[in-house]
């Protein structure tokens, strides 16, 4: 059972790799379209600029590495202090199915305000996993 947290997790570690592979094939389908000049990557803001048409994936895989880098860092203590229950493996599936939803609605340009409402139900579960995990250790169990 413990190892079940593992799942979500490698569903969440294949939509960095999905995120990652549409925005390598967005850039590289825009340079061929496009040829970049040299001032055009000379600088992180020319660069930014260059491929801003095609941005929305490599926007999505930032935000994949700032609250999911907490999700990834207790997945681990989770197992190591045999913590992944029933409940923490239910919270771990709704994280990572609202960060799909999220990728999903960000890299195709969806509803800001859905895009915010999602973002921020999952930040809750997370928060939810993290204090039942303080909970559990600071009672001992």
Same mark, same amino acid.
């Given at each position: /059972?413990? +190892?079940?947290?593992?799942?979500?997790?490698? @569903? !969440?570690?294949?939509?960095?790799? #999905?995120?990652? *592979?549409?925005?390598?094939?967005?850039?590289?389908?825009?340079?061929?379209?496009?040829?970049?000049?040299?001032?055009?990557?000379?600088?992180?803001?020319?660069?930014?600029?260059?491929?801003?048409?095609?941005?929305?994936?490599?926007?999505?895989?930032?935000?994949?590495?700032? /609250?999911? +880098?907490?999700?990834?860092?207790?997945?681990? @203590? !989770?197992?190591?202090?045999?913590? #992944?229950?029933? *409940?923490?493996?239910?919270?771990?599936?709704?994280?990572?199915?609202?960060?799909?939803?999220?990728?999903?609605?960000?890299?195709?340009?969806?509803?800001?305000?859905?895009?915010?409402?999602?973002?921020?139900?999952?930040?809750?579960?997370?928060?939810?996993?993290?204090?039942?995990?303080?909970?559990?250790?600071?009672?001992?169990?």
């Amino acid at each position: /059972m413990q +190892v079940d947290i593992l799942w979500p997790t490698f @569903l !969440l570690v294949a939509l960095v790799y #999905a995120v990652w *592979l549409l925005m390598f094939v967005k850039r590289s389908g825009h340079m061929k379209a496009n040829p970049p000049a040299k001032e055009d990557l000379a600088t992180g803001e020319a660069a930014l600029r260059y491929f801003s048409p095609v941005e929305m994936p490599a926007n999505n895989l930032r935000n994949l590495f700032e /609250m999911p +880098v907490l999700y990834f860092a207790l997945v681990p @203590l !989770l197992l190591i202090t045999r913590h #992944a229950d029933h *409940l923490q493996i239910l919270l771990a599936w709704i994280f990572v199915l609202l960060r799909v939803a999220h990728s999903v609605i960000h890299a195709t340009k969806g509803p800001v305000m859905a895009r915010f409402a999602v973002y921020a139900l999952s930040c809750a579960i997370l928060s939810a996993m993290w204090i039942g995990f303080a909970i559990d250790i600071a009672s001992g169990r």
